[in-house]
Structure formats: C-alpha cells, structure tokens
C-alpha cells in the first residue's frame, strides 16, 4: 500500500499452469496516459432486416447443420463459416522445403448462433438457453471428433467487439476442428501432467482447493510489515454446485476469469446432463459481474477439454477442463508483444473484490 492507500503491486507472477507464461502485475501502470480498448457499442436490437443470423434470413447464411430445437423455430442454429480459417474440401500432402514445413490445413470451421435475437448478451440470456447452447456445444463437438480421426482437437470460442475480432453484432460463437492440438492447450497437458507425476493430483484442483481454503500473511524480514495476505475465498467471483469462477493469480488480463467444474472432469464431452444448469447459472453471473464492472467491455472466452489423443495415460487424471474469459480492456504494447510478457495494470485480488462487489440480479 502507497501513502494514497492504493494498492501498489510491481512484480512478476508465474503461471502455475504453464510456467513458462510470466504476467508482469504492474498496477502503477495503470496511472499513465493510455488508450484503451473502447466499450463496445451494445446494439440491442432483436431483429435486424439485413442481418444473415437474424430469423427470416436463413437463407442468407451457408448451409444449416444444426438446429436446437430442429423443428419449429429455433433458438440455436449451428451453420458453416462463410469464410472458414480451415477446411474439408481438399487434402493436400505434408510438404517439407528443407527446414519449412507445412501441414494441411484440414478441419472444419463453424458458426454456432448462440440466440434468435441479435442483440442480446450472455448474461441477459436464460439459464435455460445457455444449459441449451453448452449442451449444443458438447454435441458439435462429439460429432466432430467422430467424423474425421485426423481432427486433434475442436476449440469452442467467442468474440464479442471488434478488437476481440467480432465481424457480427448478432451474439453467437465459432467451433473450430484442427488436426494438430493448439500449442498453448499442449502446454497445459504437459505442465499438468509433469505436476501430476511429482504430485499425484490434478494442478487445477489444487488451484480450486487453494482458492477456497487457503490463507496465509507474509511479512517483510527486516521491518515486520505485512507484504502480502491471503484470505480464503480471496479470487473467488462466483461459486456453484457444480461450477466455480476464479480470478487467476496470474491474470494476463486485467478481468480475466476461469470457469472450472468443482469435481475433477478432464473431457467437457463427459459432463452429466445435469450439470449444465449450474454451468448456466455460474455463466451468467460472472458475464453479468463483468458487464457491471466494465460496461460493454469486448471480451473472448474459449473453452479447453482434454484433447482426443493427447499422447498420455495420466492426462484423464492430471487434466481439468475449463472455459477462459478474458475480456479486452487495453491494446497489447510493444514490449508485449516482442517479449511475450503480459502486463497487467489491475492487480486481481482487486479485481476480484470489485467483481464479487458487483450488483447484479
């Protein structure tokens, strides 16, 4: 704490996930002259003429390959990307140019229309329809994999704004199939794994065991100050039955939140039908909490499951599925990006306060 009684933090934190990713929390940063990323406008509208996902223009999008419910209208409607990153309509062989190589860029890349209305937001949105659109998300997901054995791995994800990389105001996500697993979904498997074998338990049950019992107070050794203190519950924003959301340590935004289930799941295709009603629930809370804090903020989130063949028999036990929010409130700097080191302006014990703090419905 500083004379002003702001909480002044200047250090590196380290990933307890992935070591290897480092987030400087800087929080007197956040007092320089900087632009932001702006709120993005919320367009409210619930039907759009010229909108291809708003009812009455399907014709409007690619072919449809799911409808929930599939007669009758529908509240989520699952169609090809017009302009997909990858595809299934041809396979070219591995090429090697000495040291370049390249890998077909198989797979598939879809739309899934979250909502018949175009402007309505995650937390505005029933638990009823959101249970609803994970469990459409768990069955894209199953099908895929049982498509084609050469796709690795299916990313479910959503952007919301233009610096989040949005191209439509209608609120839906995308569900990406690829043949090779994501490096940073990798590194996850293996840095659980390696914690595994010292430890013979799951990191990402730790973390959620830590969150919810953990205390401590650290001292300074020559004045006997505190430095830091811990309080149970501390980076916890919402709890569940079944579902909790943590504020990372390690936030490499500023109001970044994860989403896990509270007993050990490695694989989102094996999540209990009933547990997606307290998914739902614990969804829609944190957007809302984020909403109040922030505004219309522009955010990602993305979910991580165990990939289909990870290359280990430990990964069932040493892996823990999760969904990553991670809302965009300032542009990445230089130093960033040459060094690959996040700065974060918001230390998230704070975050957290104010998210938990939030009022909403």
Partial sequence: ??????????????????????????TARSMRPKKAEEAAPRDTRKH???CPFC?????????QIAAYPDTGQWNIRIVENLYPVLGDDRSNPNLSFGLQQ??????????????????????DMSEEHLALLFRAYRARMEQLYRSNSRLRYVLVFKNFGPAAGASIAHTHSQI?????????????????????????????????????????????????????????????????????????FASRYEWEVHI???????????????????????????????????????????????PHDPGCDECEASYHWHIEITPRTSIPTGFELGSGLFVNTVAPEVAAEKLRAAEIG
């Fill in 260 to 306: 896990l289930p509270l007993q050990h799941r490695s694989d989102y295709l094996r999540t209990p039908e009933e547990d997606f009603a307290d998914l739902a629930r614990v969804m829609r809370r944190t957007m809302a909490r984020l909403d109040a804090v922030l505004g219309g903020a522009q955010y990602n989130f993305f979910l991580h499951s165990l």
């Fill in 176 to 248: 990406i199939a690829t043949p090779v697993i994501p490096d940073n979904v990798q590194a996850e498997v293996v840095n659980s794994r390696n914690f595994f074998h010292k430890n013979h338990r799951c990191i990402f049950c730790s973390l959620i065991d830590e969150a919810l019992t953990f205390e401590a107070t650290i001292y300074d050794r020559e004045s006997g100050e505190i430095r830091r203190k811990i309080n149970v519950g501390q980076y916890v924003v919402e709890r569940g039955n079944k579902f909790i959301a943590i504020k990372p």
């Fill in 48 to 50: 759009v003429e010229t």
């Fill in 102 to 123: 390249t890998i077909d860029g198989y797979g598939r890349h879809e739309v899934i229309i979250d909502h018949p209305q175009h402007g309505v937001a995650i937390h």
């Fill in 55 to 63: 009812v009455g223009n399907e014709s409007m999008t690619p072919p």
């Fill in 1 to 26: 704490m500083d004379g002003a009684n702001h909480y002044v933090v200047r250090e590196i934190r380290i990933n307890p996930i992935v070591p290897s990713e480092s987030v400087l929390v800087a």
